[in-house]
């Protein structure tokens, strides 16, 4: 998905078409739940490894995307943009 922002975002440019991407981490959803169980011991480990301290939420990637779209981030194009809390930076591999 990266490698295809990337290269769509390439190609497109030159239409004022901006490509990005938005890489969520660990997001407290109903889909998540299958993985720890809400409020379990399983899910306060996971949380203690990611940096901030706590999972993401739907409102933490949706504001990102929200960033993507407005028109000040026109210039922000083949991006990828890790919503994570961290932990993609060593801590916890996601």
């Known amino acids: 998905m990266i490698g295809m922002a990337r290269t769509w975002s390439l190609e497109l440019a030159p239409a004022g078409i ?19 169980p809400r409020d379990s011991p399983q899910e306060a480990a996971l ?15 949706a504001n990102a995307i929200a960033f993507f779209c ?11 943009l890790y919503v994570c809390g961290g932990a993609s930076i060593g801590m916890l591999q996601i």
């Not at 949380?47 to 990637?61: K, M, Q």
């Open 70 to 80: 407005d028109p000040a981030s026109g210039f922000i194009t083949g991006q990828t």
């Open 18 to 36: 901006t490509v990005n991407v938005v890489a969520p981490g660990p997001i407290r959803t109903d889909n998540f739940w299958d993985i720890p």
């Open 47 to 61: 949380a203690d490894r990611i940096p901030v301290g706590r999972l993401g939420s739907p409102a933490d990637v």
